[in-house]
């Protein structure tokens, strides 16, 4: 487990604060639009000026003024994930979900890829839950136990008689306690990072964030408006770019679309069972770009839906007879050359 991210070959080296810096902006916004808890919003934070946020590892930053930036390594597109990656982590770190804040990973590192596609940071297919929550737990887990390394350490006290709650270290022999963000003032973070393994983790019936419904920290900015994609970005001499869709999904429907229902329930359940056309089948594909003054829009599944219907023209300028249903089989095309 390192503690750095890995840069791209060729990519000047940025640090993960000048990262963070960098992006303060964005911050700002989510923090404005964290509206799970009024009073937390509008609670003062200790003064922190003096004193710089530390890196617990590669995924958190921890501020003396008591806000745990956690950084998400899944796009945000809808689905949750600025919410729900974030609270795994903080449910092992132990963090008040109220001081929480989140923002993307950088684009490239080996903490961040998805192991199941190459280590590259992809989102797709609804599964980041899935891949991240056994990573995400024991980073988690490393960052409250460097927590409870240097609050053992201050308050000279075994580290096996510490424990943590809702950004709280807690010696209940003494009845001593420090906040994280009292550690974060004094805080120092070993090179090699301690290692976490099962005995580490939280017993899931202890889970206190987990499993319970949360505000998800993307919807207020999207309702109000404030939230920004990479579509409102404008720069001088931005250059819009399209992606073209190949016809080959929009041909499998009209060549091969066969769905039996057995029961109510569809058997071809995914791409494993449902054929598509493979390369060697696939048509030549040209693509023409037309000028247009309209703005960009979203991407759209162009090839998917105007290729049946380009290849119905194309079948029955060839025979002078159409087809009207789907799937175009070898075998209906047949009846049309008789």
Known sequence: MRKTARRLSGVAPTTRRQFLQGLS?????????DLGSASAAMSPRPDSSRTPPVDLNAYVNLSPDGVVTILTPSAEMGQGTMTALPLILAEEM??????????????????FGD???????????????????????IFGAQARKVLLINAADRLQVPLEELATERSKVIHARSGAELTYAEIAAFATVPDALPEIGPADLKDPADFRLIGTQVPRRDLPAKTIGQAEYSIDVQLPGLVHAAVSRAPVIGLSNALYETVTIKRGVPRETNFHEYRIMQLPAAPEVSVSLIPSMLPPTGIREAGTVVAPAALANALAAWTGRRLRHLPFTPERVRTLMA
């Open 25 to 33: 902006g964005v911050t700002f916004t989510l923090s404005l639009s």
């Open 94 to 111: 132990d963090v008040d979900w109220n001081d929480v804040r989140t923002m993307p990973t950088p684009p490239a590192g080996d903490e």
């Open 115 to 137: 192991p199941l596609f190459l280590n590259m940071i992809y989102s797709a297919a609804s599964r980041a839950a899935q891949i991240y929550f056994e990573r995400l737990r």
